[in-house]
């Protein structure tokens, strides 16, 4: 037998595979396509405390090895969410990840306050890192605010707490320092990379944004590093992101430290990626002769 299982806080998860906020909807987009009784966790589309509309289109452009996306956090809202969205999800024995974005701390630990009095979510991932909203960048890129939301959230919620970061800082360790700091259960990382596309044959922007979150296979190697980074800096668990696309992939950010991961852009090009992710890194242990994935965390040498 191969343990699978894995911790973040007190969430457990019946394997380390979960998915990108924000790349698998609210589950009910996918439910008929893969099975949700058997992935680690789903990680739903950010949450805000009023609906949103997002960004306008186009805002999704394809690239070499990857995608950008300006979406916006478009969302029907919290009171939506937990009218509409959870109680089909609760269907399912899966654990839920709900994905917070907010304007101010005040506004975070608005949404935070809801999810735990409705019961609306096993963990909450704070999207302190969205690269396609005014001022969405500022705490992730910077100790103290992170700190500050953290701090704030955690007086708003027992339940477990992830801070989702950037990539789009010069040195991780400080961020991923101060979110444990300030009481953070776990981290993700990596949100997007910032970047834009332009159409030389239109001489214009590809995104009405104009700029736009890099995401998918060309990402890897910079997610990569951040975790690792970010595991030597901290004793808290990671959940690694950025690229994933296949179980030798999820296996390289295990070994960088990760606790557990996710698939993002992957799930666009097959939905049923998370469980098959799991299965091959069941396989990778089992044909190595582990017999707990948490031998391999952090075991790059
Ligand atoms: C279309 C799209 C929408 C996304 N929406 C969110 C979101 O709402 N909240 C968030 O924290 N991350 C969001 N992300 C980022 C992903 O969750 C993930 O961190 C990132 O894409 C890197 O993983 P990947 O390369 O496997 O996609 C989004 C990514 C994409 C491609």
Redesign the pocket.
């Known amino acids: 037998m191969v343990d699978l299982s894995v911790r973040i806080g007190s969430l457990t998860m019946r394997n380390p595979v979960t998915t990108?906020?924000?790349?698998f909807g609210f589950g009910s987009e996918v439910a008929d396509l893969i099975d949700l009784n058997k992935i680690g966790a789903v990680c739903v589309?950010?949450t805000t405390t009023h609906p949103r509309t997002g960004n306008p289109a186009p805002r999704?452009v394809e690239t070499a090895g990857?995608?950008l996306?300006a979406?916006g956090?478009q969302n029907g809202g919290i009171e939506n969410y937990l009218s509409e969205k959870l109680p089909y999800l609760r269907g399912f024995d899966c654990p839920i990840i709900v994905?917070v974005?907010g304007e101010d701390p005040e506004d975070f630990a608005y949404v935070v306050e809801r999810l735990t009095e409705a019961k609306g979510a096993d963990a909450i991932?704070l999207?302190i890192?969205?690269p396609n909203v005014s001022h969405g960048l500022d705490y992730a890129t910077d100790p103290k605010a992170t700190a500050e939301v953290v701090a704030r959230c955690r007086r708003a919620t027992t339940l477990p707490l992830l801070a989702?970061l950037s990539p789009n800082v010069t040195d991780i360790r400080p961020i991923a320092q101060a979110a444990e700091d300030a009481g953070a259960d776990g981290l993700s990382l990596?949100?997007?990379v910032i970047g834009t596309a332009i159409d030389a044959r239109t001489r214009r922007f590809k995104l009405a944004n104009v700029t736009g979150?890099l995401?998918?296979p060309s990402?890897k190697p910079i997610?990569l590093l951040h975790v690792h980074r970010a595991a030597s800096a901290v004793k808290i668990p990671i959940i690694g992101?950025?690229?994933?696309m296949s179980a030798t992939d999820a296996i390289e950010f295990l070994l960088a430290g990760a606790t557990a991961v996710?698939?993002?852009?992957?799930n666009f090009i097959n939905p049923g990626v998370a469980l098959e992710i799991a299965a091959g890194i069941e396989s990778y242990l089992r044909a190595n002769d582990f017999t707990d994935v948490s031998q391999i965390i952090g075991a790059v040498r």
């Open positions: 990108g906020s924000g790349t589309k950010a999704i990857g995608m996306n979406i956090l994905n974005p991932e999207n890192s969205c989702k990596i949100n997007t979150g995401s998918g990402i997610a992101m950025g690229g994933i996710a698939a993002g852009t992957a």
